[in-house]
């Protein structure tokens, strides 16, 4: 790794001398300009970590020097700090353009100049990392915050806040409006640690898109969940038009071209705390916490949970809170998905590390991170979700359609419900959808179809893809019912 760049701009020579030898004793890679003109190539040339200014340089003074260095794109956003003397302070500071990132007084000791330049490179280097949308702090610093509290050993919980139902406000909407709700549900966050009194030993940080992370004292956990999700459910839905305020929800158009209702936002909480499972890496929290988040999107409306299938019951309070967890392992979601196929040897731990740090840059879902690494083939993922989920996995590579389903389910039906029809035996109808756990659309079909509904397992991408395949591009269903 190469030492930090640092320029030092400065008319007097004993200062610059100064400067320059307690830099290199620090290993510092220094750079040093006498004139304004000198610093200004310098910086054209160098793209620096950090930058000394005297406030009083030959040509032009140290603020407008400033400006120009910023200026130049190979320093775009370099932090600046000015040297001055005691009687320039005040001036200096209420200057409406100083563009100057912090002030070192002349004279000074090599305290207070190592001091001035690990406090103005780390300010820098946490902006670097910076969401530029909220400000908060993203991956790095998020992890680097996990790591330092496992290595002290101390009791903590991570909190991985998602809203529900976002893109489809955002597609209605526009990005202007969502915005707002990312940067309005940032600041419900810090608010409401702030209320409980955890905001002072708590980080807040931001993924990207509409994930956040907290990292706080366990003992605030819930409490803040609660206050988090009462708050959200209170402000954020005067973000949507008043009609559409009462009728709670929205109407948008599919991919298909369909119209899809969406149900107001919400927000997800999920959480891991190592209360009783000793975590040692920020992998082992994400695959919990992926895990907790994805059961808690299958539900309707706002909710907490903790991945509590590790902890003991010491109450009835906890005993509630644990409940959809119960509910959960009915449904044989007793591992994450990545932990499976790792157990059965689909996958390398190195996979699975890399599949969920870009599960928590982007939200896209850990199997299909993996199939896109092409760490293992849709068949051995789809046999893997179907045993997790308890129904058999069927793939739609090469299933044709024949004409006894034809008739039974609308073109509407399956491209807003995304489902494809397999086969009729016994009364029965198989069709194959993403979410094979959704009592709510195998009853629709039921209604419509007069059969039984059984489900199988297909991944999202490849029901997708039939649909998109066969009734999109080739119209064949769509002609159908125009003839009709």
Not at 136 to 150: C, D, F, T, V, Y
Not at 220 to 225: D, G, S, V
Not at 365 to 371: D, E, P, S, Y
Not at 381 to 396: A, D, E, I, P, T
Request: charged fraction near 30%.
């Amino acid at each position: 790794m190469s030492a930090p760049k640092i320029l030092i701009a400065d008319k007097d020579s004993n200062t610059l001398d100064l400067v320059e030898m307690r830099l290199q004793v620090r290993d510092y890679e220094v750079f040093v300009a006498t004139h304004s003109d000198e610093a200004v190539r310098l910086a054209q040339k160098v793209r620096f970590d950090l930058v000394f200014l005297s406030s009083t340089m030959e040509q032009v003074d140290g603020l407008d020097l400033c400006r120009k260095i910023k200026q130049c794109s190979a320093n775009f956003g370099v932090p600046v700090i000015l040297l001055a003397e005691a009687r320039e302070i005040r001036q200096l500071a209420l200057s409406p353009e100083r563009g100057v990132d912090d002030f070192l007084i002349k004279p000074f000791d090599a305290f207070s100049l190592q001091l001035r330049v690990e406090l103005t490179m780390m300010r820098a280097r946490e902006r670097l990392q910076a969401n530029p949308l909220t400000s908060l702090p993203g991956s790095l610093a998020i992890e680097s915050e996990i790591k330092r509290r496992i290595e002290r050993n101390d009791l903590f919980s991570v909190c991985y806040l998602d809203i529900n139902h976002f893109k489809s406000f955002n597609d209605h909407y526009g990005f202007d409006r969502g915005d707002s709700v990312i940067r309005h549900t940032a600041q419900i966050i810090v608010k409401c640690l702030e209320v409980c009194g955890a905001a002072q030993n708590s980080l807040v940080g931001h993924i990207g898109g509409d994930d956040y992370i907290v990292v706080m004292d366990t003992e605030w956990e819930l409490i803040f969940a609660r206050k988090c999700l009462a708050e959200f459910d209170r402000i954020i839905p005067s973000y949507y038009d008043e009609e559409d305020r009462k009728r709670g929800s929205i109407s948008v158009e599919n991919r298909n071209g369909a119209a899809c209702s969406f149900p107001l936002m919400s927000l997800a909480v999920a959480a891991a705390a190592n209360k009783n499972h000793p975590y040692t890496s920020m992998a082992e929290i994400a695959r919990d916490l992926a895990e907790v988040k994805s059961y808690l999107k299958s539900q309707p409306g706002s909710h907490y949970l903790r991945d509590r299938r590790r902890d003991p019951v010491t109450s009835l309070e906890e005993t509630f809170e644990i409940l959809p967890t119960t509910e959960l392992e009915k449904r044989k979601f007793t591992k994450p998905i990545g932990q499976m196929l790792l157990e059965i040897g689909l996958i390398h731990e190195e996979e699975l590390n890399r599949a969920v740090r870009q599960h928590l840059e982007t939200g896209e879902r850990i199997g299909q991170v993996l199939l896109r690494m092409n760490a293992l083939t849709s068949d051995q993922l789809g046999s893997c979700l179907g045993r997790k989920l308890g129904v058999k996995y069927v793939s739609l590579k090469d299933h044709m359609l024949s004409d006894d389903v034809t008739e039974l389910l609308s073109t509407e039906v399956m491209r807003n419900r995304q489902v494809v029809p397999l086969r009729v035996y016994d009364n029965r109808l198989e069709v194959a959808m993403a979410n094979p756990l959704d009592q709510n659309t195998m009853d629709e079909i039921h209604a419509l179809s007069g059969f039984r509904v059984v489900p199988k397992f297909a991944l999202e991408n490849e029901v997708e893809e039939f649909l998109e395949k066969h009734i999109r591009k080739s119209g064949y269903w769509l002609k159908r019912e125009q003839a009709q």
